[in-house]
């Protein structure tokens, strides 16, 4: 990494923490500079836009993402222990940033206000709730789940309760989130057994 | 209703459309004054500053989502079809405003800030999950739900579904949210049946 990309990369470290925590829309350029100790003009020249900063910042949790989640559920073994790796990789993540998973965040800013932003999001969670039925389709494919299961279906419940997740826990401070929603994931899992 | 009543009900019934849509934050009494042609000064005699008209708003749709919502399910007959109105008036309610549930955009924007207005949302949140029990524990009483049913735990999921409907149908124009939603309620109300 070039000293320059390590700056930007930084840049975009707390960029991704202030969205966490308050929104994409609260993301702007002169804040940054503030918090990074950069001048404005030196952060114009990397992100040119408050939307291209947006953008980016974006991007750079889908890549941390993919490293939190993705990447290490690869490496478990195929089948129900892979879906349950997943989910447990899930739960880091929701613990990596501040103000928890930033998609669910960027979701309630632009779900109604067409533009780039949601256009990137609705990627990011089509990509993100295929990962899901690919792994449940390998949990099928090596006779761990029934055959008749629904991997849509399922992706569409495992996404539910990851929601439901960081509602009790950052809304409600709900000290009992994280077996709730273990018994849900369970509950799932069960009713998906060969 | 008194003719002051009336006019604040409507400034009220255009906040919550903006609320919805693009969040409570973007509430502000000069964008109001201009979308329902009244002074801003007539305005701020209503609400005296922002974060009263986002509380009032918020209590606004709180009267609205009980005449939506919960009196229309205690019409319904005790047990498993109480339970299963209360999922279709919900399914009204995500209806209702142009955006949504207000409520999973308000749980976004304040969950992690404190202040009235995330204590309001977090209030709301707890009497609707208690809501949701109290007609478990009723479909319990009257032998539709088996006796070691958990009431809250069954919150918890039915609260998943109707995030990630909204999630589904907001964010991902889903055409198939409803029936997800439905397959997964079903699942949830099968695996509690006595």
Redesign the interface.
């Known amino acids: 990494m070039s000293k320059g990309q390590a700056t930007k990369a930084s840049i975009l470290d707390e960029a991704l923490h202030v969205a ?4 994409f829309e609260a993301l702007s350029i002169g804040q940054l500079a503030d918090r990074t100790e950069m001048s404005k003009s030196g952060l114009f020249a990397h992100f040119r836009s408050k939307e291209q900063l947006q953008l980016q910042t974006l991007e750079h949790s889908r890549r941390l993402f993919v490293d939190t989640v993705l990447r290490p559920t690869l490496t478990a073994p195929r089948g129900e222990t892979r879906v349950r790796a997943l989910f447990d990789n899930w739960l880091v993540w929701e613990n990596v940033l ?3 998973c930033i998609f ?2 960027g ?7 067409p533009g780039p932003m ?1 256009d990137a ?2 990627r990011n ?2 990509d993100w709730l295929e990962s899901i039925a690919t792994v449940v389709r390998t949990a099928v494919s090596v006779g761990d789940f029934a055959e008749d299961t ?1 991997p ?2 399922f992706a ?2 495992f ?3 990851t ?2 997740y960081h ?2 826990s ?3 401070d709900d000290e009992r989130a994280g077996e ?2 273990r ?2 994931f369970d ?1 799932l899992v069960a ?1 998906h057994r060969a």
Chains 1, 2 share one sequence.
């Open positions: 966490s925590t308050v929104g501040e103000g928890g669910v965040t979701a309630s800013e632009y779900d109604d206000q949601r999001l609705v969670q089509r629904d849509e279906q569409f419940e996404n539910a309760l929601l439901a509602h009790a950052r809304l409600l709730r929603a018994v849900t509950a009713r």
